[in-house]
């Protein structure tokens, strides 16, 4: 006869080896933009906004395309706000200028309505990914409220900033 382990010492030591496996994929990714790096994007990109005497809302996402820091800037249009966050979702999902992936959404273009899916997707200039100093995708920042030159220039800003 064969020496059988109980059941529940054979369920406990299953428990411990995913656990004990796996635990690192439950924890936050270290390849996510921490709340200081966020915020100083933020505030980069705030500084930015200034110098070019615009009022801006800037967002900054996390690797998940979840809201990490925003600021409205007194006096920004309230429907930035929306377009903001959805630029820096955008630039996350595709991890691309949200101005490059418009040009690909124009009409006859390879992916034309795409910016309807996702609960909608912003396809203009001023969503930027953020990267790390080795170049992996932390997160993402959207600006909204000036011109789109001007959003992608403070979004860029926003980017760099945590290279510093």
């Known amino acids: 006869m064969k020496n059988k382990v109980p059941l529940s010492k054979s369920i406990t030591f299953l428990m411990l080896l995913i656990l004990v496996g796996t635990g690192p994929a439950f924890g936050q990714s270290t390849t996510d933009i921490p709340h200081e790096d966020a915020l100083k994007a933020v505030l980069a990109a705030k500084k930015k906004a200034e110098q070019l005497d615009v ?8 690797a998940g395309a979840n809201l990490k820091a925003f ?20 630039s996350r999902y595709f991890d691309i200028n949200t ?39 932390i ?3 959207g600006v909204s409220g000036g011109t789109i030159e001007q959003d992608h220039d403070i979004a860029t800003v926003g980017a760099m900033a945590i290279l510093d």
């Open 99 to 137: 101005g490059d992936l418009g040009k690909l959404t124009q009409p006859g273009g390879i992916i034309y309505n795409i910016e309807l899916s996702n609960d909608g997707l912003v396809t203009f200039p001023g969503g930027v990914p953020i990267k790390n100093e080795a170049g992996k995708i």
């Open 55 to 62: 009022l801006v809302n800037i967002a900054v996402v996390d």
């Open 71 to 90: 600021v409205r800037m007194d006096g920004s249009y309230l429907g930035s706000i929306d377009v903001a966050i959805k630029k820096a979702k955008t």
């Open 139 to 141: 997160g993402a920042i």
